[in-house]
């Protein structure tokens, strides 16, 4: 019993002992991690911006495709753009931003650098990063936040607002404008926001991604939304991405849906009419067996239609010759008229009927035709009973 005793106040001073240690040997830090996206904002790249907008007391509306842009109190947000891809609706924007409308680009820009620095003249430069950049107290370029004052030449009311800190912005790259900047925001490299007039309108370039739905509430980017924009009451903003974008067979439904309803029915039509067929198109007759009689009197009218029945009158006439070859004797030693005379004689028929019958092998009447095959028939008969 002492014994189980001791052992048991051992584990405790143990189990005492570790979590003293780890206690003074460790720190503990609440750390907030956010939860996933939900609702519209997990399909909405822009939702935080919308809700923003519409607060302030402005219009929005998200769009995958350009369409149809507002008039000069618009304002079109750009996010993984393909600024060239498409010539017309390119030059439909760029004609929008000459007559007053408003632009602001992120820098997931695709394509297009040398349309975009020749239209409004703004460019990306790189430069080195130094060993600042990458000190190891702090997040790699292009995610750590960093603090952006305002270039000199900015108007004096905007001046005012001396300086946004800003996240995810490129580190190893600023911009560069060949024309007198209305705006923007910079840093020991050069110019990290920058707006330029176009026409009666404006494009704003930003060097960084900093309002999508988890961005947006961080540090000075919903303020700096408001200035890039240049946001009043009563504006309608435009957000356009490309990012999430319909299949090829999405985008041909999408714009073409009657053309391709017209041609699966034509494809359709055309597959029926060459296709084979799985049965006759008429019932099949009912099958039924022929007599003997049916049968003879169906091949005698046939060998009739065909050469007028010759074939069926020499056919018994050689039938006729058949029967007195066996059985008259010297049948087949006479002429001609002896044999129709032999034959005549043998079976009692007329003779100048039977000479007519067997000698004629011209075309006859059917009527003809069948008392001549009848009165063979009846010589050919005779034979064979009266030798039998």
């Known amino acids: 019993m002492k014994a189980r005793l001791i052992v ?8 005492v002992g570790l979590v003293a240690y780890v206690v003074r040997n460790s720190d503990w830090e609440e750390i907030t991690i956010p939860g996933p996206l ?17 607060t302030l007391g402005a219009t929005s509306e998200w769009r995958s495709s350009l369409g149809d842009l507002p008039g000069d109190d618009g304002v079109v947000v750009l996010s993984h753009w393909h600024w060239d891809l498409i ?21 997931t820009l695709i394509g297009g650098e040398e349309h975009l620095e020749s239209w409004a003249g703004i460019h990306r430069e790189f430069h080195e990063v130094s060993a600042d950049d990458l000190d190891t107290d702090n997040e790699p370029p292009g995610v750590r936040c960093k603090t952006l004052h305002t270039s000199e030449d900015t108007a004096s009311v905007e001046a005012a607002l001396k300086a946004y800190k800003i996240c995810k912005f490129d580190g190893f790259s600023h911009l560069e404008v060949d024309r007198k900047a209305l705006w923007g925001l910079s840093d020991d490299h050069g110019l990290q926001a920058v707006r330029v007039k176009i026409g009666h309108g404006s494009v704003t370039s930003i060097n960084s991604e900093p309002f999508g739905n988890r961005d947006l509430l961080k540090e000075d980017h919903a303020r700096l939304f408001v200035a890039a ?11 356009v ?21 017209l041609f699966l029915l034509m494809l359709a039509a055309l597959l029926w009419r060459g296709g084979a067929r799985f049965g006759p198109l008429a019932a099949i007759a009912d099958t039924a067996r022929r007599s ?74 059917a009527r003809d035709l069948a008392h001549t095959l009848a009165l063979l028939e009846t010589a050919r008969r005779r034979i064979l009973d009266k030798n039998a």
Request: hydrophobic share 40%; glycine share 12%.
């Open 292 to 365: 003997i009689a049916e049968q003879i009197r169906g091949t005698g009218q046939f060998t009739i239609r065909l050469g007028g029945g010759k074939a069926l009158h020499a056919a018994t006439v050689r039938a006729l010759e058949e029967a007195a070859r066996r059985r008259l004797a010297g049948y087949a030693g006479l002429a001609r008229a002896d044999r129709v005379e032999a034959i005549a004689r043998a079976t009692g028929v007329d003779h100048d009927a039977l000479t007519e019958a067997m000698n004629n092998t011209g075309s006859r009447r």
């Open 8 to 15: 048991g106040l051992i584990v405790c001073l143990l189990v």
């Open 229 to 239: 924009s240049q946001l009043h009451r009563g504006d309608r903003f435009i957000f």
């Open 38 to 54: 939900k609702g519209e904002a997990l399909t909405n790249p822009f939702y935080a911006s919308q809700r923003l907008v519409e």
């Open 241 to 261: 991405s490309e990012r999430e974008h319909p299949s090829l067979l999405g985008l041909i439904w999408q714009h073409g849906a009657p053309v391709v309803v």
């Open 87 to 107: 010539e017309g609706r390119r030059q439909q924007l760029e004609d929008w931003v000459n007559d007053g409308g408003r632009v602001v680009i992120d820098r």
